[in-house]
């Protein structure tokens, strides 16, 4: 930008005035006739700020159009991807910065004192509307409706996270060194090309390990390692990475799961770059970057809690960034992780380390990574075959309530079938949880299937991973063809039906507190998931997403591919259905729920939803005709 000619110190002139002129000989502000430079400066509040003053907070980027109109500023980036950046007079940051993805999200104080002109984001888009020349500075912002300050933008980011290829978002090629390379030559490396982080690869240049700033402050300065030392010897090996044709979306998420903020970008197994939350920070203190980094800041449950308390707006927000259903579940899902990793390691501080080994399970809708805003909670803890009742139980009771009550505290309430790692007949070694899947798969009695449907979605949070791989497998194995507990399974499914009328048309509730609605999840999600798990079982998969379960069962013909792209289709549109229904309830202060009146859809909506109930239908009788006829 060129220097703006500031108003003149102490100058006792009308500052309206004084801002206008100022505009005259700026690039972008320039382009204004003298009518609009002065109408603009109007809506501008000027404010003047000493020397190492905060002049613009990383999160509040999007709120406004900062002109820094006298004086120096200097930008930080929070990931240390690229030096301070010194700003000058006439610079713009904010809403500019936020659309460029360039320094957005950057905190930016004043190095001297300064004045700055603040303009709020829905008054530029405004502008922007009104004066044709601004759309060529401020191009995001002038199309489509906004909803809110900010709101353009806001959508215009999260579709791309969502939709734009990550390889796309990569911003240079990737520096890449062998393991037997030196420390030092690793932080002169990184120093040289202005970067956090470096790649190691093999000598066919695959990836093999990661090493960034952190790991040299970390575990060689903190302790005094011997810069001489190979990098192999301090890296992170086998790293979390995505492929470059994935959507962003993707690498958002591995960075909410695992708490980190470099992720490899690879082709064929070769790194193309490096993507980080510098690159992909939607800027807005709803992202799932930045609720993980929160949460994992956080010293108590009462902290976690108000944490917590952003993910319906975490929802809304990606309701109104039209983010797919699938999308959606599984970020709101990595939150949950998030808090009960963070649960169970302030447990852990409090308890002390486990005596034995164990790993957290989450079940149910957490396991599918199929999670909104209202949830509950399903969880167990698969215990080493060396845990001792009398040595070992009290703390892992301990640990358990405190992990269980900690996400009740967060939202997530107790199960009212108390199917929790705090009762203690799901707190149980490996052993025993073997025992419980045999006795359910040879006598699949009602409570025992209603168990099963609850346990066989799994998926493990945090701890020894290894004791729930091994139990998946035996229950696989037990499962896989086993025509007589298919059948009870199929018999069980069966109890939750679309609500089709006898003439095939919708059919709401009659009477009571939901009169008139429908209920998305027990009589439209819940039949597609059962189907998806009798697939699942039938053929011994281990996929636990509903999602990823038909795609499988297409794969080995537990179900046509047209069947199962009929109720992949169909578990998205009931899905966003729900979802957009509980960002309706929150926006009004409601408590969401699943209950849904048909009558405030388009009439393409309840001929879509009809269509998808009708496929359910038939796909269920098919699986009785197959399983259950003649056997009971």
């Not at 700020?49 to 820094?68: P, S, T």
């Not at 197994?269 to 930045?290: F, K, N, Q, W």
């Not at 319906?312 to 709101?332: E, F, M, N």
């Not at 849904?596 to 001929?607: I, K, Q, V």
Request: include cysteine.
């Amino acid at each position: 930008m060129n220097p703006a000619a500031p108003p003149a110190a102490g100058h006792a002139g009308d500052p309206v005035t004084d801002l206008a002129r100022a505009m005259s000989t700026h690039r972008v502000f320039s382009a204004l006739d003298e009518a609009d430079r002065h109408a603009l400066a109007a809506d501008m509040a000027v404010e003047r700020l000493d020397a190492a003053a905060l002049v613009l907070a990383g999160e509040d980027h999007h709120l406004q159009l900062c002109w820094l109109v006298q004086g120096l500023a200097q930008a930080r980036d929070p990931e240390g991807e690229a030096a301070d950046l010194l700003l000058q007079p006439g610079e713009l940051i904010g809403a500019i910065s936020a659309q460029a993805c360039a320094v957005a999200a950057w905190p930016v104080h004043a190095v001297s004192a300064v004045t700055v002109a603040r303009l709020p984001q829905d008054a530029l888009l405004r502008w922007c509307e009104r004066v044709r020349a601004l759309r060529f500075f401020f191009p995001g912002l002038a199309s489509g409706p906004a909803t809110g300050p900010g709101a353009q933008s806001e959508h215009g980011m999260r579709m791309s996270l969502i939709t734009r290829p990550v390889g796309s978002l990569l911003r240079h090629a990737p520096v890449t060194m062998s393991p037997g390379d030196t420390i030092r030559q690793a932080a002169r490396a990184m120093r040289d090309a202005r970067i956090s982080s470096v790649l190691i690869v093999d000598a066919e240049q695959r990836l093999t390990g990661l090493i960034t700033d952190r790991d040299l402050r970390n575990r060689v300065v903190a302790d005094g390692l011997d810069i001489e030392r190979p990098l192999a010897d301090i890296a992170t090996l086998a790293p979390v990475s995505v492929q470059s044709r994935e959507p962003a979306f993707q690498a958002l998420l591995l960075m909410a799961r695992h708490n980190i903020h470099h992720v490899p970008v690879v082709e064929n197994e070769r790194p193309v770059g490096m993507i980080t939350t510098t690159d992909l920070t939607e800027h807005y203190s709803t992202s799932a970057v930045h609720l993980v980094r929160e949460i994992h800041l956080q010293p108590d449950t009462e902290g976690l809690a108000a944490v917590a308390g952003k993910v319906r707006g975490l929802q809304r927000s990606l309701v109104d960034a039209d983010a797919t259903a699938y999308s959606s579940a599984h970020i709101i899902t990595a939150i949950t992780d998030a808090l009960t990793e963070r649960l169970l390691q302030l447990a852990q501080a409090r308890l002390g380390p486990a005596p034995v080994d164990f790993v957290w399970v989450a079940a149910g809708s957490q396991a599918r990574n199929e999670q909104t805003a209202r949830s509950d909670q399903d969880n167990c803890l698969v215990l080493d075959d060396a845990f001792d009742e009398a040595l070992h139980g009290e703390y892992f009771a301990a640990l358990s309530r405190f992990v269980c009550d900690g996400l009740a505290q967060c939202g997530y309430i107790h199960c009212p079938g108390e199917m929790m790692a705090m009762t203690p007949t799901w707190r149980q070694p490996l052993q025993r949880w073997s025992q419980y899947f045999r006795s359910w798969t040879d006598r699949p009695e009602p409570k025992a299937l209603m168990l099963t449907c609850v346990f066989f979605d799994q998926r493990a949070v945090q701890g020894h991973g290894a004791l729930l791989d091994a139990l998946r497998r035996e229950m696989l194995a037990r499962t896989r063809g086993n025509r007589i507990f298919l059948a009870h399974m199929v018999s069980n499914a069966l109890g939750h039906t679309p609500p089709l009328g006898l003439f095939g048309q919708i059919s709401t509730a009659r009477s009571g507190e939901h009169r008139g609605t429908i209920d998305l999840k027990h009589q439209g999600i819940v039949p597609i998931v059962d189907l998806a798990r009798v697939y699942a079982l039938a053929g011994g998969h281990e996929a636990v997403n509903t999602h990823d379960r038909l795609m499988v069962a297409a794969d080995s013909r537990e179900v046509s591919a047209q069947s199962a792209h009929d109720l992949r289709d169909g578990l998205e549109f009931l899905s966003m259905l729900r979802i957009r229904h509980q960002a309706r309830q929150i926006e009004q202060g409601q408590v969401p729920d699943n209950f849904l009146n048909p009558d405030t859809l388009s009439n393409l909506e309840r001929r879509q939803l009809k269509d998808v109930f009708v496929v359910v239908q038939e796909l269920q009788n098919v699986l009785s005709k197959r399983y259950v006829a003649g056997r009971f």
